[in-house]
């Protein structure tokens, strides 16, 4: 850091107390929203925090005028917290930072209009992300991580302050967001439950009138938990909606999507194209893919084992391990298209010994018990229609529509 005189570290803070108090003033959102974002590392607040650490009266400075004094519980931790993240020592940074949040709330509930809604935004964005940091600090040191849940909590009380009647609730939708970021972070989906419900019943709430941005991820997110809970049809709602209106300029967004969007699609029969996968980069699909079009039970279970620790990681490995079914069908219909070249007339009957035999080539033992049970499943979704001889092992497939599409419906329904 270049040599800071007294008076420029003075200058410096004043400044900011000034702008401070005059973006409340005038009532400007967007520079009240620079001068709180202590993450973004501008260089404006990086000098000021230089300018902390040698004119180290600030307290006073904003004491001795009624202009600072009326926002010195917002800014004095602010300060702090600027101070803290300047050395790197987050956890203190990150308490400083909730005080000061906690002094900015009820003065932004006392202000009638909606002009300082992108500031809460930051302060709503900034807790979550020094809350990370700190619970890191914490971990390395061999202590509990706390700050993380500590942040959801600040956030139900501003989702509190936002879901009234008024021009604030639009930002209701925000705050839901940074939420999900928080219960998915921590693994308390669950608590995701409440706000949800807010959300998508209560009156006050228009979800039509919410910024695009924060409707998109909300409906990545709530498409999660419906992949997590398999309502399959509800994810494809929900996560198509997200892929068409998110950003076409936001690869990353894009891809996050597809990367739940695409096993839901999977699970109604939907397959995606190889050059979307390429665009994406999401090539783990691929043989996933390739296993379905071909019946490819091997492939199937090769791509799964090759990415399990991704697939586990995105919660999507369960989804994909159930293909298996659709694998099956599609192995039973190459069978059958073979059989029915060789001799139409009996292309329905399809004998057990025939679908082990196929499977031994695929390198998959299974005796006869094995692959009864297995068609007696497909027969029970409603993947094959037909019944069983027993006595002469034989499936006999229904001459209309032996194999069902799923139409755009879960194998499981």
């Not at 900034?126 to 619970?135: G, H």
């Not at 940074?178 to 209560?202: D, M, P």
């Not at 990353?252 to 096993?263: E, Q, V």
């Not at 009996?346 to 679908?355: G, N």
């Amino acid at each position: 850091m270049a040599y800071l005189s007294m008076g420029e570290a003075h200058r410096r803070i004043t400044e900011y107390l000034n702008r401070f108090s005059d973006a409340v003033s005038f009532q400007d959102g967007a520079s009240l929203k620079q001068l709180l974002s202590v993450s973004s590392n501008s260089p404006s607040l990086l000098s000021l925090a230089d300018s902390l650490n040698v004119f180290q009266d600030a307290n006073r400075l904003i004491k001795q005028s009624d202009k600072y004094s009326q926002f010195g519980e917002i800014t004095a931790p602010f300060f702090r917290c600027l101070q803290s993240y300047r050395i790197g020592n987050l956890l203190d940074a990150y308490h400083a930072f909730e005080k000061a949040a906690n002094a900015f709330l009820p003065e932004f509930r006392n202000w009638e209009s909606a002009w300082a809604l992108e500031a809460l935004y930051v302060i709503a964005y900034e807790i979550r992300i020094l809350a990370e940091r700190a619970d890191r600090e914490l971990a390395s040191n061999g202590k509990s991580p706390e700050k993380l849940k500590g942040a959801g909590s600040f956030l139900m009380k501003v989702f509190g302050v936002l879901a009234g009647k008024g021009p604030k609730r639009v930002g209701a939708l925000y705050v839901t967001c940074q939420l999900f970021k928080i219960y998915f972070k921590l693994g308390t989906v669950h608590l995701c439950r409440s706000v949800i419900r807010s959300i998508e019943t209560a009156r006050i709430f228009d979800f039509e009138e919410f910024p695009k941005r924060d409707k998109v991820t909300y409906m990545y997110y709530t498409g999660r938990l419906e992949v997590f809970n398999e309502n399959f049809p509800a994810a494809d709602h929900k996560l198509s909606y997200a892929l068409m209106h998110c950003n076409p300029h936001h690869e990353a967004n894009i891809r996050m999507i597809l990367k739940y969007l695409i096993p839901v699609k999977l699970s109604i029969g939907i397959l995606p194209q190889d050059r979307l996968l390429e665009k994406y980069g999401l090539i783990e699909y691929s043989n996933v893919v390739q296993a379905l079009k071909r019946g490819d039970l091997r492939l199937l279970r090769q791509a799964l084992q090759e990415h399990e620790d991704r697939f586990l990681r995105s919660g999507v490995f369960l989804v994909l391990e159930k293909l298996e079914l659709q694998v099956y069908q599609r192995l039973l219909k190459k069978i059958y298209i073979i059989q029915k070249q060789r001799d139409p007339s009996k292309a329905h009957q399809m004998k057990l010994e025939v679908i082990v035999k196929a499977l031994k080539w695929l390198e998959i033992d299974m005796d006869l018990d094995e692959v009864e049970c297995i068609v007696a499943i497909l027969i029970y979704k409603n993947l094959v229609k037909g019944y069983f001889a027993h006595k002469s092992k034989v499936v006999v497939l229904s001459k209309q529509d032996p194999f069902p599409k799923l139409n755009a419906k879960p194998v499981n329904s």
